[in-house]
């Protein structure tokens, strides 16, 4: 029933084998299979480290298998087999069912609770088609509990727990299963199936609908920061982040040539304004799955690269998985088996306009869980775009968006669709990091529209999809931008403004616009884009309104030009907390809770946020607001950058912030140069 193996702990009846094994410090790794355990279904986890050991004790059963065969009587309750790995402990009991406690005291972390008395137990594993079942793993909920992450949400919440959520990709909804918890503990579902989880006042429940094994990681750590290092340690650690990359990137849906694109670039130069990237957006392209500019629009890549050098810019290019069946790398992506399967049904995953067609065409989706067809793609981008000293990627569309949104219909080179699907994004991310590791560049990095755990260690920013353009939208993205950086995503950033419309004319308009652009240039990723109003029809021949930020009246623009300096002298202070990022995994956008966890409203405030150690950031995010509450956290004093004024932590006060004003406060008489 009970065993040591290979310095862990297995136990197995009625066909289950269970498996609890040390994976780093304070950190065990937990699998439950009928039959024996599995090392082949993909996951997060970076292989287990091989330094430190665990204690291991198991109880002597002889007595309860005598009584069990009618040779003997029963005995005291048997006690638990042990796992003692730093700060966490695990017991496991001759039912099977688990528990994890903090080992300085045997607080109770999280523990395994049957579904009901007879069936299901703590785990479940329902058939669903041969080999693969409908997976459950039951845990008891706890009154007091605060649980954060889950990747990018737009729910609003800041603590998920009451929630249940889709553990599936979606434009906008990134799914990370990974979740920090206000009693000590980080949890991470290591599985990339399609499911979800269900944080309930009588249970939690994470559910996989289709899969083989059930997998998961948990840690004890001392504070917030602990768990979220050992994280990082676990699934990787974001690479150091370019320098270039703290500055301001400009953007928007579309700029159609490469004279328009290089005309917005000269203008910033000419204003003396600060720019140190633009994005070539969609259709830039021949066709989906060319991946290379269209001669007829961009003529001279090369020189345009060399001009925006020139200017200290660099060109960011949109890259997308889709494959239209007209493209000249279809066929052979076809015949080579390097495209998305689908079970049933032509091989085309959504209908989408493009370059040579009056009509929607079929697209397909290549298969980044297949290195040969990473190798395939990062061939075709080196050639077409890296050859020309671009190395800065826009991973568009990489949930992937299929309509209708059926994974199960997918046949991955990983496995079936409802097993793997939300692995794509990172292995799509891994496409051009190790593409571009081979090629000795070090200096570029990809941005995408999803992720999923362990995306960061191959250095991908995220934002966060075509979202609204009002004041609920940028009040979402707050809690967002905390959940995902907790999820252990660093770079993050947003649409400012939102993607979908904005009218430039628009005072209403304008007002979100501004609050947005002031709250993007404390974020990560300082980044403008939308699709502005003037629209046009989809297709290549399209362009959305003006979106710089001279699009927006003298008044705007004043506002924007002091944001735009403002992000530039604090350059230096974002990249030391992306290099702690690197280092500590903490997220440079963090909640307050993480630097203060012993604040109990702390862990509640979902509309202000910490960028490092030393600023708080309090974005406006109501329409005609001219003030605003801020809570500051005990055990700090806080200092208005705006006005100098001294207020003592524990405090909520309420600060001026007229439209050309966030409020942002200093810990603890720190030095930063937010006032010109």
């Not at 039959?35 to 109880?59: F, M, N, Q, S, Y």
């Not at 020309?388 to 046949?411: Q, V």
């Not at 007229?658 to 810990?667: A, E, Q, T, V």
């Amino acid at each position: 029933m009970f065993r040591e193996h290979d310095g862990g702990l297995e136990f197995s009846a009625r066909h289950e084998t269970l498996r609890v094994e040390p994976w780093g410090r304070d950190s065990v790794r937990v699998r439950a299979v009928l039959g024996a355990v599995r090392d082949d279904i993909p996951g997060a986890l970076l292989d287990r480290p091989t330094d430190g050991k665990a204690e291991i004790t198991v109880p002597d059963l002889t007595g309860l298998r005598a009584f069990k065969t009618g040779l003997g009587s029963p005995t005291d309750p048997v006690p638990p087999a042990r796992l003692v790995n730093g700060r966490i402990t695990v017991e496991l009991s001759v039912e099977g069912e688990l528990r994890f406690l903090r080992s300085a005291d045997g607080h109770e972390l999280l523990a395994e609770r049957r579904a009901h008395f007879w069936w299901p137990g703590t785990r479940a594993h329902t058939p669903v088609s041969p080999g693969y079942r409908r997976l459950e793993q039951h845990f008891a909920a706890y009154e007091d509990e605060r649980l954060y992450g889950l990747g990018q949400r737009q729910h609003g919440l800041l603590d998920q727990k009451g929630t249940v959520v889709d553990l599936v990709q979606r434009n906008t909804e990134v799914s990370i299963p990974f979740v920090l918890s206000s009693r000590g503990y980080g949890l991470l579902w290591n599985s990339p199936a399609v499911g979800r989880v269900e944080f309930a006042a009588n249970g939690t429940r994470w559910v996989a609908d289709s899969a083989r094994q059930i997998d998961y990681w948990i840690t004890a750590g001392e504070s917030p920061a602990g768990i979220l290092r050992a994280y990082a340690d676990a699934t990787g650690h974001a690479p150091g982040f370019p320098d270039w990359a703290t500055g301001f990137w400009q953007c928007k849906l579309r700029y159609k040539t490469q004279e328009e694109l290089l005309a917005v670039a000269r203008e910033h130069k000419r204003r003396g304004l600060p720019l140190s990237v633009i994005v070539s957006d969609f259709f830039h392209w021949t066709r989906l799955g060319d991946w290379r500019f269209d001669p007829a629009e961009w003529p001279d890549p090369a020189a345009m690269v060399r001009e925006l050098d020139e200017m200290g810019v660099k060109l960011m290019v949109s890259v997308w998985p889709s494959v239209n069946e007209s493209s000249e790398n279809h066929a052979e992506m076809a015949r080579r088996g390097l495209l998305v399967a689908n079970e049933y049904g032509s091989p085309a995953h959504t209908a989408w306009t493009d370059k040579g067609a009056d009509h929607q065409v079929a697209v397909s989706f290549y298969d980044p869980t297949n290195p040969e067809a990473r190798d395939f793609v990062w061939s075709k981008c080196r050639e077409n775009y890296q050859e020309y000293g671009i190395n800065l990627w826009w991973l568009d569309a990489c949930e992937p968006e299929i309509k209708p949104g059926h994974p199960a219909n997918l046949r991955y080179h990983a496995g079936p669709g409802q097993e793997v699907a939300n692995l794509y994004p990172r292995e799509n991310a891994r496409t051009f990091h190790e593409g571009m590791a081979a090629s000795g560049d070090t200096d570029g990095m990809s941005f995408s529209r999803s992720a999923w755990a362990g995306s960061q260690r191959y250095g991908t920013a995220v934002w966060s999809g075509d979202v609204g353009t009002d004041f609920t939208t940028l009040r979402q993205q707050i809690a967002a931008g905390l959940n995902i950086g907790l999820s252990g995503i660093p770079w993050w950033t947003t649409d400012i403004g939102g993607f979908h419309g904005g009218d430039p004319d628009d005072p209403a308009y304008r007002e979100v616009l501004l609050r947005w652009f002031q709250f993007g240039a404390f974020c990560p990723i300082f980044r403008l884009h939308g699709f502005r109003l003037p629209w046009l029809p989809l297709g290549g021949e399209m362009t959305g309104g003006p979106n710089e930020v001279w699009s927006y009246g003298d008044e705007a623009y004043e506002i924007m030009c002091r944001y735009l300096r403002l992000r530039e002298r604090i350059r230096p202070y974002v990249a030391e907390q992306m290099a702690a990022a690197a280092r500590d995994g903490l997220p440079p956008m963090r909640p307050l809770f993480v630097e203060f966890p012993g604040d109990e409203r702390a862990w509640t405030v979902a509309d202000q946020f910490l960028l490092g150690p030393d600023l708080l950031v309090a974005p406006v995010t109501e329409a005609g607001a001219v003030r605003r509450e801020v809570y500051l956290p005990a055990g700090a004093r806080w200092t208005c950058a705006w006005t100098g004024e001294v207020y003592e932590g524990g405090t909520a006060p309420t600060l001026d912030a007229p439209l050309d004003r966030i409020p942002l406060l200093l810990r603890d008489g720190a030095q930063l140069p937010l006032v010109e």
